[in-house]
């Protein structure tokens, strides 16, 4: 009998709910984890007396109790609902281009409607019929996507098959006409990793609908508290974890799983491994193009890494009232065109927009009492970075650092009298901590070639398995989704086997 039924590699999201689902279901399952805390991206850490977020900041598809969406459904049949404390917040996002555009947009249909109807008069019915549009086009997309309809068809779903893949400024052409009205409109483009012309509509829609629909949330000690109530019921639920012990190796005998190596050169046998690393890393790294058929590799082809982060975290000592800051998620821009954005993040230059964070808005017991804490945060490929010469690493850090700060100070200009930490995380950070290519957050780019609705979930390997950000799409609630789908598809095929 092998040592476990499953190896999880990496206890991100996915990772930690699909070791959870396996153990509930009885699998005998190891999860290895390199860094010492679980979470993957959702984790936080200590600088004084501040414990910042790392990266969650508005999460999706909560709802209500009486409403409730797809992951506090999922979280409540995990049996995680009443160990963590969820707090909604009110808006969607207050957007500010000095000079240009300063709007804030409730999370509630008929109020964002309304401001936008009041801000360009001319375009009232317009804005009127693309919301129209886009509930209808989420309506078919829960059916086709979520709800998996086998009856699905171009007759039946006739938006979703027709808008889906298009890019979504194509399909905003086709409703709107200021530019600046769709900038607005599209703001959350940074959340997804490509700019309006690029993105997919269906991802873009369906991202704004959910927000809408079943609001932002954040957790009550952030997304460490999640990750931690995660991990206390997989090790009740019998569980074992290892901190500090990367996965070195998965070694396969005749097309099928045999174990895992640890990097402290342990030999670990199992007849599955699910592996919330990179797909690439997993491939290359860890089973060896050696072992593998050659055409493992076409699922690669053409796909290329996605961006990851930079964020300036801030300790302040004050409420945020005192700085002007009334509402969690500001963005905050130098100018309206999404592109301008979007080719900064591959380069050095200063960030051209940025999203700021204020957690104590919607939680003020968030931070200490009279303190708070914001994130600044932008989207960067890692590409600049790897070839910056290391001498050249902390000027570079701290004066984007200082850029994102100079920019924000244009809508809070109080933030700076009133700073007391500054931390800064860049994608190299990222590549450290998460031990992903290039440090992305959100896998793969999602161009609409490579979109999930076409991921190949074939293994080359039998007993291999994938979940997160590589083989869905980047964010909480869709990584912690696909961690639940691989831990139940073992589950399946281990009581095939043993049947
Ligand atoms: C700054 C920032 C802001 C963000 N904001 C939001 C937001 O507001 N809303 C939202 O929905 N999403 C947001 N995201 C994205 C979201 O956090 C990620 O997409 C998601 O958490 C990724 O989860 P994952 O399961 O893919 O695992 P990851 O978080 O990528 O974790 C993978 C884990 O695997 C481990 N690992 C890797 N290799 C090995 C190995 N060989 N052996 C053992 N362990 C290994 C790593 O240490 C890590 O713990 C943000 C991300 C960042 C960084």
């Known amino acids: 009998m092998p040592d476990y039924d499953v190896v999880v590699i990496g206890a991100g999201n996915a990772g930690l709910t699909s070791a959870l689902t396996l153990a509930k279901g009885g699998a005998r399952v190891l999860l290895l984890e390199r860094h010492n805390i679980p979470g993957g991206c959702a984790t936080s850490f ?98 086709v996507a979520f709800a998996r309809d086998p009856a699905a068809s171009r007759g039946k779903y006739p938006l979703f098959f027709k808008y889906a893949l298009k890019p979504t400024r194509q399909v905003l052409d086709e409703y709107l006409k200021d530019p600046l009205l769709m900038s607005i409109i599209t703001t959350y483009w940074s959340y997804l990793g490509l700019p309006p012309s690029l993105l997919p509509f269906a991802d873009f829609a369906v991202l704004l609908w959910a927000y809408i629909e079943f609001k932002p949330y954040h957790i009550k000690g952030g997304s460490q508290a999640l990750s931690n109530a995660l991990l206390d019921s997989f090790l009740q639920a019998g569980g074992t974890i290892r901190f500090d012990c990367a996965a070195r190796k998965i070694s396969t005998s005749g097309g099928k799983i045999k174990g895992v190596w640890t990097e402290d050169g342990e030999e670990i046998s ?34 290329t890494l996605g961006p990851s982060g930079f964020t300036v975290f801030l ?142 979930r074939r293994s080359p390997v039998q007993g291999l398995y994938f979940a997160g950000s590589w083989v869905a799409p980047g964010g909480y609630q869709t990584t912690l989704q696909s961690g639940v789908s691989a831990g139940r598809a073992i589950l399946k095929s281990m009581n095939k086997r043993n049947a």
């Not at 401001?115 to 009232?124: M, S």
């Not at 919330?276 to 796909?303: C, H, M, R, V, W």
């Open 315 to 456: 300790g302040f000592d004050c409420e945020p009232g005192d700085m002007g800051i009334t509402e969690t998620t500001n963005f905050i821009s130098r100018q309206s065109d999404p592109e301008v954005s979007f080719a900064c993040w591959r380069t050095l230059d200063p960030p051209d927009g940025v999203a700021l964070s204020c957690y104590d808005v919607s939680d003020p017991d968030f931070s200490p009492p009279g303190a708070c804490q914001a994130a600044l945060v932008t989207l960067q490929y890692a590409e600049p970075w790897l070839s910056l010469p290391p001498s050249r690493y902390t000027e570079v850090k701290y004066r984007i650092a200082q850029d994102m700060i100079d920019l924000a100070g244009k809508v809070f200009p109080r933030i700076t009298q009133h700073l007391e930490e500054v931390e800064v995380g860049t994608p190299l950070t990222h590549m450290r901590y998460l031990g992903h290519p290039g440090g992305a957050i959100y896998g793969f780019d999602q161009y609409a070639k490579d979109s999930y609705f076409f991921e190949d």
């Open 46 to 143: 200590i600088r004084g007396r501040f414990e910042f977020e790392v990266s969650l900041h508005q999460l999706s598809g909560i709802g209500s109790e009486q409403k409730p969406g797809p992951l506090r459904m999922l979280l409540g049949e995990l049996g995680i609902l009443d160990q963590i404390e969820l707090v909604e917040m009110k808006d969607l996002y207050r957007l500010v281009i000095p000079g240009k555009i300063d709007l804030t947009l409730k999370a509630e249909r008929g109020a964002v409607v309304e401001t936008l109807k009041a801000r360009f008069p001319k375009e009232g019915p317009s804005i009127e019929r693309f919301f129209d549009f886009l509930y209808q086009f989420a309506a078919e997309m829960v059916g």
């Open 270 to 303: 199992c007849g599955y491994v699910l592996s919330n690393a990179s797909t690439l890393l997993t491939y290359t790294d860890l089973i060896g193009a050696e072992n593998l058929p050659k055409q493992s590799f076409q699922t690669f082809a053409g796909k």
